[in-house]
């Protein structure tokens, strides 16, 4: 369970209508409003996971984060979904239930599974439920895409988030690439921690 204790607030005056913090945004909370080239953002706080993508995209200080006045929480619980379910779909997108799929958010593929069982149908609906895709975006989308497409049998990537749709992961990576891209910081290594992670987690 993860507890939302932050939100934005955006700093109207310093806002130059770039655009950077709604194409960071996983959830949609950013849209901007106003005439395309004068537009200024405006934040959904219910659909804000507090991931604070949008402050790391925004170079010209026009969003902060500010205290909740009641914490949101978000959560899928696994006492309360089909389990076969869940296997099946995680065996359709060739995946251990286990297998920890976004480590920002610390999420693994039967908790998306779950998602996707209880309405979760979209990147956007996943991230505001469980808080996939809250930081860097690096490890989770294709896994993501994976089980979109194993649950709902389709994983559109017209958001304004960037996504690519390949259906390599990290956990595809073999010992000859590895050795042939030497300096890309993504590799076995990280391949062998993230095993060691999901070995530690309790399967359904
Ligand atoms: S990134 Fe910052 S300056 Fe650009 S639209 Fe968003 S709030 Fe405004
Ligand atoms: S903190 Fe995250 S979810 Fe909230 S508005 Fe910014 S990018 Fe969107």
């Not at 909370?29 to 934040?43: E, L, Y």
């Not at 379910?85 to 799929?101: E, F, T």
């Not at 593929?109 to 469980?130: K, N």
């Not at 956990?171 to 000859?176: F, V």
Request: proline content about 4%; some cysteine; aromatic content about 4%.
């Amino acid at each position: 369970m993860n507890t939302i204790q932050f939100g934005i607030e955006v700093i109207d005056e310093n806002c130059t209508g770039c655009y950077r913090c709604e194409r960071a945004c996983p959830t949609e909370a950013i849209v901007m409003v106003g005439p395309k080239t004068a537009a200024v953002a405006v934040v959904d706080h219910e659909k804000c996971i507090a991931c604070m993508r949008c402050i790391d995209a925004c170079d010209d200080d026009a969003l902060r984060s500010i205290n909740r006045d009641e914490p949101a929480l978000n959560d899928v619980d696994l006492s309360h979904v089909d389990h076969e379910a869940v296997k099946d779909m995680c065996r359709a997108a060739d995946m251990s239930p286990s297998h920890l799929i976004c480590p920002c958010a610390g999420r693994s593929a039967q908790e998306v599974a779950a998602a996707i069982l209880q309405g979760a149908g979209t990147y956007e609906e996943l991230s505001l439920r469980i808080g996939v895709q809250s930081g860097c975006l690096m490890y989770c989308s294709v896994p993501l895409r994976r089980l979109l497409l194993a649950g709902t049998g389709d994983a559109r990537t017209d958001s304004k988030v960037r996504r690519y749709a390949s259906d390599q992961s990290l956990m595809d990576i073999n010992p000859e690439l590895d050795a042939r891209y030497p300096l890309f910081n993504v590799g076995l290594e990280q391949q062998w921690r993230l095993n060691e992670i999901a070995e530690a987690d309790v399967d359904l």
